[in-house]
């Protein structure tokens, strides 16, 4: 189960942290991403980290967000600096035990959150 939190209002430029909660497994253990989805938007990739920690982001937020795994493998977290306003999105965290890339479709995500809203005004 993956359980996110740390979504908010905030303004353009401000910071916020995301985190995502995992139990019944070691995050160390899975390729993990966060992915947004805006409103009439497919959900798409933004940061991911796999059981190496080799991580990626999606061009559009390079330089601003940051994905780590906590140290007792438990929490994937999300730092987000910069806020953009089309940075407004629910934010999802997936896993799978498979090296997944940003590109790879949902559907290849074994699990997922219910998401955390981001708002940037």
């Known amino acids: 189960q993956l359980v996110e939190s740390g979504g908010n209002s905030v303004q353009a430029g401000g910071t916020l942290n995301l985190s995502c909660a995992a139990s019944?497994?070691?995050?160390?253990?899975?390729?993990m991403g966060w992915f947004h989805q805006a409103p009439g938007k497919e959900r798409e990739g933004v940061a991911l980290?796999?059981?190496?920690?080799?991580?990626n982001y999606a061009d559009s937020v390079k330089g601003r967000f940051t994905i780590s795994k906590g140290s007792a493998s438990k929490t994937l977290y999300l730092d987000i600096n910069s806020l953009k306003p089309e940075d407004t999105a629910v934010y999802y965290c997936?896993?799978?035990?498979?090296?997944?890339?940003?590109?790879?479709?949902?559907?290849?995500?074994?699990?997922w959150g219910q998401g955390t809203q981001v708002t940037v005004s």
């Open positions: 980290i796999d059981s190496d920690g080799r991580i």
């Open positions: 997936a896993a799978d035990r498979q090296l997944l890339h940003l590109t790879h479709p949902e559907g290849w995500w074994s699990y």
């Open positions: 019944g497994y070691r995050t160390s253990r899975y390729c």
